[in-house]
Structures are given as structure tokens and as C-alpha cells.
């Protein structure tokens, strides 16, 4: 029987082993296809792997900024670099960050904040991906899911803050920055559309900020079964509506925290330090003394080979001339996204690391089934296929 409504749903670092904590999940996973989901290394890779069934390399998404010195659209907050520290920074990326989105909604871009990226080196970066991921033809002549979506005249909704991006267009909701709000603000919508995606991230923040185990990520854990259940319940249940339920990643406990900035304070290089990966540029005649100042640290360069193994060898070095990947529950500390608060947990490791993985349940089959991120391109088109 075609079911009425297809919804995907993104369980943001939930851990495979997570599972077991939860009732209505659970119980989901037994009567339908589940397995534990193995993602790609990076960070933005990881949506435009799912929605293209593309590893990085292919579509060309690996972190969320690049190397773009003289062509980036952060290069006027280097006059600000003295206000860095002060009582005015924090206006003034809050201020950059509104121009930017509204900047970047009005062409169909690619919506971020600018974090903690220090004032003085912004100015050399740019967001990787140009186009929001559901904009007609973002991945170039690679066909993603909304792509396909578009052909069929399906109608269908993405819920991500801050934006509800449709068929018909886009529309900012800067409500949508906690679980409840986004299940509410979908069940308000949901006799607009035929497909559906959301993502719950409330997980992701609390396991950040106190740990996979804590008290509070158990608590999260509970209220995220419950609004699950919720969501497949509002659209008459499991009879009656097809879902693929897939965590981006899993979280892996903080050990260890390695200063890389303090370590290249007195020596002249282009860097960005994301949590769990240092890159470096205009390295020609710095390389032997980069890595020297890298030895020894709990991680690993990605050379050649090791790039790829994880398909990130894209032929140009916008990402990065020079990669240092931390080792799982290592923290690259401060970095330029949390600055100088330190997580009691992580993501962005080797994805074959056991706690970086995550899961997924779908409706289409039943059994265990360990998966690849890129395989959940299949899963949500064999759903569309399914129906229509």
C-alpha cells in the first residue's frame, strides 16, 4: 500500500548505541530496516553526501569554509581586527552574521555563522558550498534529492534554521532553533506538502556541552524518543507514512585537548583550526617545520593516501595544502568555532571510529543492515520511488 506523506528525519549525533536508551525508537527499529550508519569525514560533507549519494570528492563538500584569500565576502571585518577581544566583537559579528544570512537568503546561498574565526584571517575564507543545499542544481550536474523532488512535482519542505525551504521558495524562521519549536512549526505545515525533512539537533548541543553520558544528554535522549513518536503518530502512524530516520554522526567523548594555536603563535602560515582538523596554507618552503611543530600530537597529516581513503582528494587545496586530523576524543582547543569553550564531547573523527557512528531506520524493509552515509541517498529514493 503507497503510504500518504514521506518524511526524513535527521537525529543529530545519535549515537548507535543510543538505541537502546529509547522506547518508541527501539520498537521502530524491530519492525522495520535499521543499522548502524557509517558517515563521511568532514563536517557539510555530510548532508551533501546523503542528498547526492556522493562521496566528498564527487560533489566537493568537505568542510564548511575554504581557502579563498582576496575573494571572500568576510574581508571587511579585517579593518575590526582591533576590536577583537573587546567590548564590541560581539556586536559586530552578530550584526556580520545577520548581513551575511540575509545576504545569502536573498541569492539562494549557502546560510552560516561566522563563529569564532578570528577577525584578522577572516578575510581569507569563504563557505565552501555557494548554494543551499536544496536550491535547484547545487551540486552542480550531480542530482540530489530535491532535484528529483522538483522533477516528480513533488512538493516538499525542509525544516533547518533558520529556514523553511520549499517548492515554492524559501522563508526565514529564526524559531526554529530548538526540537519542539521545529515539530511544532512542521505539524502547522504538514498539509503543505507531500515529503518532508527535518532535523533535531537539541541532542547535539547538550552532549556538546555536557557530555554523550550525562544527565542532560539522557534527558534529551528521552525527550527525542517522545517527539518521534510524536511526528510519525500526527501523520496517522506507520500505515500511513514512510520515513527514514538517520543520525549525521555519532559524538565521542573529549580525553585530551591540544593547543595548535599557541604552537604556530611566532610562526607566519595561513591556517584554519576546525574542532578535530588543522589545515594549512601558502605552506611552500614551511613544510618541513610545520610538520615538526605537529609531531608528536595524538593525530595524523593526511597525505596523499590518506585522502584518498576518505575521498577528499579534490585536486585543488582549498581545503587545505597541509591536514591534520586529531585522533577520536582529541579537541583541538581553542578553535575557530567554539572558540574557548571547551566540549566534553566531539564529532568529525575517522568515520570508522565505533563512537563516530550513528544510525538509521527506515521503512523500507526490515533487518539489520549497516549502511554508508552515501546509501542513504538510495534509502530516501527508493521512498520516493515507493510512492509515486
Known amino acids: 500500500m503507497k503510504k500518504e506523506k514521506i518524511i526524513i528525519v535527521c537525529l543529530d549525533s545519535f549515537r548507535f548505541d543510543y538505541l537502546e536508551k529509547t522506547r518508541f525508537l527501539k520498537n521502530l527499529a524491530k519492525r522495520h530496516k535499521y543499522g548502524m550508519l557509517e558517515t563521511v569525514l568532514g563536517f557539510n560533507s555530510i548532508g551533501a553526501s546523503l542528498l547526492t549519494g556522493k562521496e566528498p570528492q564527487e560533489h566537493g563538500i568537505f568542510t564548511k569554509f575554504w581557502y579563498t584569500p582576496g575573494n571572500s565576502p568576510f574581508k571587511f571585518l579585517g579593518k575590526f581586527s582591533f576590536l577583537e577581544g573587546g567590548w564590541g566583537e560581539r556586536w559586530l559579528r552578530k550584526l556580520a552574521e545577520l548581513w551575511f544570512m540575509l545576504r545569502q537568503f536573498l541569492k539562494g546561498g549557502y546560510l552560516t555563522r561566522i563563529y569564532k574565526l578570528p577577525l584578522a584571517r577572516i578575510g581569507d575564507f569563504d563557505v565552501s558550498s555557494r548554494k543551499a543545499f536544496t536550491e535547484l542544481g547545487a551540486f552542480g550536474r550531480i542530482k540530489s534529492i530535491p532535484d528529483i523532488l522538483r522533477e516528480k512535482g513533488i512538493k516538499f519542505l525542509f525544516f533547518d534554521w533558520p529556514v523553511i525551504a520549499g517548492s515554492g521558495g524559501r522563508r526565514i524562521d529564526f524559531c526554529l ?212
Open 177 to 388: 532553533n530548538q526540537d519542539e519549536a521545529k515539530l511544532r512549526s512542521l505539524l502547522r505545515h504538514k498539509e503543505e506538502a507531500e515529503f518532508f525533512w527535518i532535523k533535531f539537533w537539541d541532542l547535539d548541543t547538550v552532549a556538546h556541552k555536557f557530555g554523550v553520558e550525562s544527565k542532560q544528554a539522557r534527558e534529551v535522549l528521552r525527550g527525542l524518543d517522545d517527539i518521534s513518536e510524536r511526528l510519525v503518530e500526527s501523520f496517522g502512524g506507520e500505515e500511513k507514512v514512510d520515513f527514514l530516520f538517520w543520525a549525521d554522526h555519532g559524538m565521542v567523548e573529549v580525553k585530551k585537548t591540544i593547543d595548535i594555536e599557541s604552537l604556530f603563535k611566532d610562526f607566519k602560515v595561513k591556517m584554519f583550526l576546525d574542532s578535530t582538523l588543522a589545515r594549512f596554507w601558502e605552506t611552500k618552503g614551511k613544510e618541513k617545520e610545520i610538520l615538526r611543530r605537529l609531531r608528536g600530537l595524538p593525530g595524523k597529516i593526511l597525505g596523499e593516501g590518506e585522502r584518498k581513503k576518505y575521498k577528499i582528494d579534490f585536486g585543488h587545496k582549498k581545503y587545505g595544502e597541509i591536514i591534520f586530523l586529531a585522533e577520536p576524543g582529541v579537541l583541538i582547543y581553542p578553535n575557530y568555532f567554539e572558540g574557548k569553550v571547551k566540549y566534553k564531547a566531539m564529532h568529525g573523527y575517522d568515520p570508522a571510529y565505533p563512537d563516530q557512528k550513528g544510525i538509521y531506520i527506515s521503512s523500507l524493509g526490515r533487518g539489520r543492515e549497516n549502511k554508508k552515509m552515501t546509501e542513504m541517498f538510495g534509502e530516501i529514493k527508493g521512498l520516493i520511488d515507493n510512492r509515486y
